[in-house]
């Protein structure tokens, strides 16, 4: 995600929304996988005694073993596969020899370039028995993106439908949906334009057009939604250090609907939670 609208940091970023050809899918949907691929390797490892710094190495053995990019190592200075975000660390969190423990929730979120197409996502893993407010928090969140990817499902429709259906469900549930970080073009670049809010009005923003690829990545605070960068100068945390949790799919935008490029090829959408029933697009 973006630090901030005006902070374009790819070289090769525009601030035009690039409409690809029905060809370029093909590349989305190869790299968007192996992504889903890396979290979905990583689901029985996420249990109490394991550092988030092991998930790391599993996550850059798998890719470069697949001849697959890492594409966070390098990118802006950060030397890491994964970015693993726990409890009150809304994004961006760095890997360690940090322990995961009982009880914790954790987002994990990888990018992956695979013949030059970026795929990116994130899910929330529960570590051993997690709390009934976090297990709900996880379930709004993921509930959110959903909502988020069957408004940007229906043709004709504006980016601020996205937000406003996030941020509608996020508040009536008395949580918080994130402002500081947002949604992002990418395809042959990682973060490109737009910008997609989690947060906004019907009708606001560009139009959503066939050949469009973009992230959806709400992160939602069961406190308030301000967040402060730790001084190493990534990890972002709540103001209010409140739990806070994410979900990001990579999408394209089709003549009918969209399809989710990074859909779990094991089927286990949701570690946290296998009950809960996927929107696969269309
Ligand atoms: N994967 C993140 C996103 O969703 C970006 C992480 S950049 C990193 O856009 F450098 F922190 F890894
Ligand atoms: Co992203
Ligand atoms: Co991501």
């Not at 990418?186 to 057009?209: M, S, T």
Request: contains cysteine; negative net charge; aromatic residues 8%.
């Amino acid at each position: 995600m973006y630090i901030s609208a005006s902070d374009v940091p790819d070289a090769q970023a525009t601030n035009k929304i690039k409409i690809y050809d029905p060809s370029d899918f093909e590349g989305m949907r190869v790299a968007g996988r192996a992504a889903a691929e890396v979290l979905d390797l990583l689901i029985p490892h996420v249990k109490p005694g394991v550092t988030t710094g092991f998930l790391d190495d599993m996550a850059r053995e798998y890719i470069l073993d697949h001849g697959w990019i890492p594409a966070c190592i390098g990118y802006r200075g950060y030397q890491h596969t994964l970015c693993t975000s726990i409890n009150h660390v809304v994004c961006h969190g760095i890997p360690s020899n940090k322990v995961l423990k009982n009880g914790d929730i954790v987002n994990i979120d990888v990018t992956v370039i695979v013949d030059g197409w970026y795929g990116d996502t994130s899910r929330m893993y529960g570590v051993g028995e997690v709390p009934r407010k976090s297990m709900r928090l996880m379930d709004i969140t993921w509930e959110a993106l959903q909502l988020g990817l069957k408004a940007a499902a229906q043709p004709g429709a504006h980016m601020g439908d996205i937000g406003h259906a996030i941020q509608t469900y996020v508040e009536a549930q008395h949580c918080s949906v994130v402002r500081d970080f947002c949604g992002h073009g990418l395809g042959r670049v990682f973060h490109d334009a737009p910008n997609v809010l989690h947060y906004g009005k019907p009708g606001e923003g560009p139009q959503i057009k066939p050949g469009m690829f973009f992230t959806i990545e709400p992160m939602v605070n069961l406190g308030k939604w301000q967040t402060t960068i730790l001084p190493d100068g990534w990890t972002a945390v709540t103001k209010d250090r409140s739990l806070s949790a994410q979900f990001e799919h990579s999408i394209g935008v089709t003549e009918t609907g969209i399809e989710i490029f990074t859909l779990s090829p094991q089927g286990i959408y949701t570690p946290h939670n296998p009950e809960l029933k996927p929107y696969l697009g269309g």
